[in-house]
């Protein structure tokens, strides 16, 4: 971890932030305590803030609707997540027809697509759970083999917690789908530099000018970093002490809560 006057130094000089929605501005559906009044001081030092989330189930009219409850003050378009990414992508590559192996609400990300089987430039994979069945999986090693589409996979997280028990997740699958059709998936979402190349884009800065707050090491700082953009992780979320001495990856910065970010401003 980099010294902290000197990433002060560095913080005092960003124009936008990257913040982690699940873990650093809220958990489940409670907020992180002083989260919204810590936004607005952020936004009074006139940054730039866009909110990320990894979810493939959940479209952003949904998400926007539980952060306007929580009184965030936030327009829709401020949220970026994988299906998100994913339109923007398809979009740079004139890609007007696609094919959905999605959970049914995602759907409303792509309203702008036409959801074409018969000749898609490419098939999205989100998380099915249930539904990634034999037929479904099979549909799409079709899709992909027969029309030549892309594979566009949202994310390739191995296993994931459902209740109280661990299942797979979408990761299995694309790979299945990678071996069987001797194609590579294109990954969107986090930590993948697509993600977070198409987000600086979107924002309009150069990654020098950001910063990105997180809670897990891996997706939030390890993908940041990997982008050479500045990272904090907060002691909230799926912060764990280990994350404090793995040799590995190490935030340039860490903090309590999201809640002390506006201190080291003041105190650069």
């Not at 650093?24 to 006139?46: F, Q, R, W």
């Not at 027809?97 to 999605?102: G, R, S």
Request: charged share 30%; proline share 3%.
């Amino acid at each position: 971890m980099c010294c902290q006057g000197h990433v002060r130094q560095r913080i005092l000089m960003k124009k936008g932030l990257l913040l982690d929605l699940e873990g650093v501005i809220y958990e489940g559906d409670n907020l992180i305590d002083g989260a919204i009044e810590t936004v607005n001081k952020l936004l009074s030092h006139d940054f730039k803030i866009k909110y990320l989330t990894n979810t493939t189930t959940t479209p952003r009219k949904l998400i926007f609707k539980k952060l306007l409850q929580f009184k965030l003050p936030i327009i829709e378009s401020d949220i970026f997540s994988p299906s998100i990414a994913a339109n923007i992508f398809l979009k740079k590559k004139n890609i007007s027809k696609i094919f959905l192996l999605t959970d049914q609400r995602l759907h409303e990300d792509f309203k702008e697509f036409t959801i074409d089987k018969t000749k898609p430039g490419a098939i999205i994979l989100g998380d099915l759970y249930k539904e990634f069945n034999w037929e479904r999986l099979n549909e799409a090693f079709q899709i992909i083999s027969e029309k030549n589409a892309l594979i566009i996979a949202l994310h390739k997280n191995k296993y994931c917690k459902r209740g109280n028990k661990i299942g797979l997740d979408l990761g299995p699958f694309v790979t299945a789908l990678e071996y069987a059709t001797s194609k590579k998936s294109i990954l969107i979402g986090k930590p993948e530099k697509n993600f977070f190349n198409l987000v600086i884009e979107d924002m309009g800065l150069r990654k020098e000018e950001l910063v990105m707050i997180g809670d897990d090491i891996f997706a939030d700082i390890g993908g940041a970093k990997n982008n050479f953009i500045t990272t904090i992780q907060v002691r909230t979320g799926k912060f764990q002490k280990k994350d404090e001495t793995n040799s590995y990856l190490q935030p340039d910065y860490r903090i309590n809560s999201i809640v002390d970010l506006p201190n080291i401003l003041k105190s650069a």
